[in-house]
């Protein structure tokens, strides 16, 4: 119900009708001009009926109806539309009645059926297109447009959620705001949230979260903390800030934590922090934005829709900004360290004198960048480039490709992409190389809880091939090279320049091809990733995909030393093995060894076993002094979980001689859950770049 001292809007009011013995569930109709909508909630019956309002503001012409009846169900809901602006007061009464149009769907009888009569009364099965012309007042005339979205999408779903176009003033937010929870809190009850968290007992409770910690010294367990390196090893991952959640969560869905090791002086120091977004902060104050786990069946995608439709509960946050940075770092040029996500804005934040994290805020590059950057940008050390992806999932679906230099953004350019995953990209000394693998977006997965990306047989992998030579960037300097056979890179190892003139690219990338069956709830259909050797000939439009010695061994989470992106005398890489799964996302974290890899012989070099019931995550290099920037003169940095105890530590391992015990590894007195990507940044670009504070 509109408050009377609101500015005159027009009103909609659906009753929900459940059909026999069925329960009600919420759609979405959004005013598409309201900025800003709610929900507010009417009285419901133990059975499921229920009444929900809706106000739309007058220069709104055009609904969207997402929703459908249960197939032989018999049901349907009754648009009933009123008011409009006051008339003059001798004519208030019959201007009232003139503004009163009914919009009725009908029961659903097996076929859609659509009508409009003179009197504006509308029959229509909800999902069929169709248009109305009604009259508000004596001078107002709007246009009705009724539509499905996605056919089919809810056809197990019975019901509309309607918002209410927010008018400014305290009073009018705080109901709306109450009508919110009251629905969130609704939707809550048909979930369930402690089937959610079966990820946070695998492994021994591996993904339990954990709370921060500071300045933590770190005792030897074993060996001796090398004095040829200084700098801070940094990996990151999702952490619950509520712990147990009131919603429904995945093990992807906590906020970004980072945790530190710093090693200077033969000694170390432990520290672990929240990156403190503004959705972490609203988070803490009470807010809440929907999360991954949240989405699943019919209840979970009517809390996406009312989320999308209210601006995240009038947080005010553009899509870009609201989010976790849970998923991994970087070290930009312009000495910055970097949070991400794949849905936002890189996230900054500093060290201090111990490596503590401190959250600094988003780098929006001096105002240039105001869409997503993927979680794995690329850099360009000789000079100073970053190359970076992004991708809008939602209609229309965009994916994009920029540049930025110097702290800014200095090229961008849209790509005709399918929704595919597109999590990483490589760059040669001579190309910017796209990766258009074989998964596909399906958002109506979301009613079935079923995976967010489907194998795609039929789709080939194929590359996105730009010449650096070019100058700027154009979608047509694009060059599109496909494969014969379907497949999906998640993470790439390296890329090189290869061919007398340089028109040949090397990819080592652990590639997946299709298996039916093998899901989780993220990748559905989707094989084991085994390391292979991709060559594509930019002059003859080819791809060759090879097995490589080593690829009989599972492996992900592929790394190379960060200086050395994109160079073609760089002899070595690093991947860590992973366990054969069963089909739990947690098993896709259950690494039990490294892997060194060697791209001038061509295969596996060797490899890391740890002991039975100790797993790690990815294998970060950290180079010696007077490592060359080429050579595997360093050390491969993780953490360590050990299943049966629950104890956590941090080793160094040779990373030249791969030897099966670590240089060292370190006692941390608290728990490091399994995490994403790492990061190593020597003491001396730490001190440089001015990110770290009270540094000798």
């Keep these: 119900h509109v408050p009377q001292r609101?500015?005159?809007?027009?009103?909609?009011?659906?009753?929900?009708?459940?059909?026999?013995?069925?329960?009600?569930?919420?759609?979405?109709?959004?005013?598409?001009?309201?900025?800003?909508?709610?929900?507010?909630?009417?009285?419901?019956?133990?059975?499921?009926?229920?009444?929900?309002?809706?106000?739309?503001?007058?220069?709104?012409?055009?609904?969207?109806?997402?929703?459908?009846?249960?197939?032989g169900s018999r049901g349907g809901v009754r648009l009933r539309l009123a008011g409009g602006r006051p008339a003059a007061s001798s004519d208030r009464r019959s201007a009232a009645r003139k503004s009163r149009v009914v919009h009725a769907v009908s029961s659903y009888r097996g076929q859609p059926e659509t009508r409009l009569t003179k009197s504006g009364t509308v029959d229509a099965f909800i999902g069929a297109p169709w248009e109305a012309q009604f009259t508000t007042g004596p001078e107002a005339t709007s246009s009705v447009s009724l539509a499905p979205e996605q056919p089919g999408l809810l056809e197990d779903f019975a019901g509309l959620y309607s918002g209410v176009a927010v008018h400014a003033g305290k009073e009018w937010q705080k109901l709306c705001e109450g009508a919110l929870s009251t629905a969130f809190e609704w939707l809550d009850s048909l979930q369930d949230v402690e089937g959610s968290l079966g990820w946070a007992s695998a492994l021994g409770g591996a993904f339990e979260p954990v709370a921060p910690a500071r300045h933590v010294p770190l005792h030897v367990k074993s060996g001796q903390i090398p004095r040829d390196i200084a700098g801070?090893?940094?990996?990151?991952?999702?952490?619950?800030?509520?712990?147990?959640?009131?919603?429904?969560?995945?093990?992807?869905?906590?906020?970004?934590?980072?945790?530190?090791?710093?090693?200077?002086?033969?000694?170390?120091?432990?520290?672990?922090?929240?990156?403190?977004?503004?959705?972490?902060?609203?988070?803490?104050?009470?807010?809440?934005?929907?999360?991954?786990?949240?989405?699943?069946?019919?209840?979970?995608?009517?809390?996406?829709?009312?989320?999308?439709?209210?601006?995240?509960?009038?947080?005010?946050?553009?899509?870009?900004?609201?989010?976790?940075?849970?998923?991994?770092?970087?070290?930009?040029?312009?000495?910055?360290?970097?949070?991400?996500?794949?849905?936002?804005?890189?996230?900054?934040?500093?060290?201090?004198?111990?490596?503590?994290?401190?959250?600094?805020?988003?780098?929006?590059?001096?105002?240039?960048?105001?869409?997503?950057?993927?979680?794995?940008?690329?850099?360009?050390?000789?000079?100073?480039?970053?190359?970076?992806?992004?991708?809008?999932?939602?209609?229309?679906?965009?994916?994009?490709?920029?540049r930025a230099a110097g702290g800014r953004v200095t090229d961008r350019v849209e790509l005709p992409l399918h929704a595919g995953f597109h999590h990483d990209i490589v760059v040669t000394e001579r190309y910017v190389v796209v990766v258009d693998g074989s998964m596909s977006w399906e958002p109506e997965s979301l009613v079935q809880a079923e995976a967010l990306w489907k194998f795609a047989p039929e789709r080939k992998l194929r590359f996105g091939v730009w010449p650096r030579s070019a100058g700027t960037m154009a979608a047509e300097d694009f060059v599109w090279i496909e494969s014969s056979e379907a497949a999906e890179i998640i993470h790439a190892l390296h890329a090189s320049d290869a061919g007398d003139a340089g028109d040949t690219i090397v990819v080592w990338a652990p590639v997946c091809r299709h298996q039916?069956?093998?899901?989780?709830?993220?990748?559905?259909?989707?094989?084991?990733?085994?390391?292979?050797?991709?060559?594509?000939?930019?002059?003859?439009?080819?791809?060759?995909?090879?097995?490589?010695?080593?690829?009989?061994?599972?492996?992900?989470?592929?790394?190379?030393?960060?200086?050395?992106?994109?160079?073609?005398?760089?002899?070595?890489?690093?991947?860590?093995?992973?366990?054969?799964?069963?089909g739990n996302i947690a098993s896709n974290f259950n690494f039990i060894g490294l892997a060194k890899w060697n791209f001038q012989a061509g295969g596996l070099e060797r490899a890391i076993n740890f002991p039975p019931g100790i797993i790690g995550g990815e294998p970060i290099f950290i180079p010696s002094a007077g490592s060359s920037g080429l050579d595997d003169r360093g050390?491969?940095?993780?953490?360590?979980?050990?299943?049966?105890?629950?104890?956590?530590?941090?080793?160094?391992?040779?990373?030249?001689?791969?030897?099966?015990?670590?240089?060292?590894?370190?006692?941390?007195?608290?728990?490091?859950?399994?995490?994403?990507?790492?990061?190593?940044?020597?003491?001396?670009?730490l001190r440089e770049s001015g990110v770290a504070a009270g540094r000798a």
């Excluded at 994109?566 to 890489?573: D, M, R, T």
């Excluded at 491969?636 to 050990?642: A, H, K, M, N, S």
Aim: hydrophobic share 40%.
């Design 635 to 685: 050390y491969i940095g993780t953490f360590l979980w050990d299943t049966r105890t629950r104890e956590s530590s941090f080793a160094l391992f040779d990373a030249q001689t791969m030897a099966p015990e670590p240089v060292v590894e370190l006692e941390v007195p608290s728990r490091v859950p399994m995490g994403f990507h790492g990061l190593w940044v020597g003491e001396s670009e």
């Design 516 to 582: 039916l069956g093998a899901s989780d709830s993220v990748l559905g259909d989707i094989g084991p990733p085994r390391m292979s050797r991709i060559e594509i000939d930019v002059a003859a439009g080819a791809v060759e995909i090879a097995s490589v010695p080593g690829s009989e061994l599972r492996t992900e989470f592929p790394r190379v030393r960060e200086d050395a992106t994109g160079c073609s005398a760089l002899e070595h890489g690093y991947s860590a093995i992973q366990a054969e799964g069963d």
């Design 232 to 402: 801070t090893f940094m990996r990151i991952g999702p952490n619950a800030a509520q712990w147990p959640p009131k919603h429904a969560t995945h093990v992807f869905d906590g906020d970004g934590m980072v945790h530190t090791v710093r090693l200077s002086g033969g000694e170390a120091v432990y520290n672990c922090a929240f990156m403190e977004t503004p959705r972490f902060n609203l988070e803490r104050q009470g807010g809440h934005f929907l999360r991954i786990a949240e989405m699943a069946g019919p209840s979970g995608l009517a809390k996406l829709l009312l989320a999308s439709a209210t601006d995240n509960r009038f947080a005010e946050l553009p899509e870009h900004l609201a989010t976790t940075a849970n998923t991994s770092l970087a070290f930009t040029p312009e000495g910055k360290l970097w949070a991400m996500h794949e849905a936002g804005v890189p996230f900054r934040f500093e060290l201090d004198g111990s490596g503590c994290p401190r959250s600094v805020g988003f780098d929006t590059h001096a105002g240039t960048l105001a869409e997503a950057m993927s979680a794995h940008p690329k850099f360009d050390r000789r000079t100073g480039e970053t190359f970076f992806h992004g991708s809008i999932k939602r209609e229309p679906a965009r994916f994009y490709v920029g």
């Design 6 to 71: 609101a500015t005159p809007m027009t009103a909609l009011s659906f009753v929900i009708v459940a059909p026999q013995g069925g329960q009600v569930g919420p759609g979405l109709v959004p005013p598409v001009a309201a900025k800003k909508l709610c929900l507010s909630a009417g009285p419901s019956t133990p059975r499921g009926r229920g009444v929900r309002h809706i106000g739309l503001n007058a220069a709104a012409s055009s609904l969207v109806v997402i929703g459908a009846l249960r197939r």
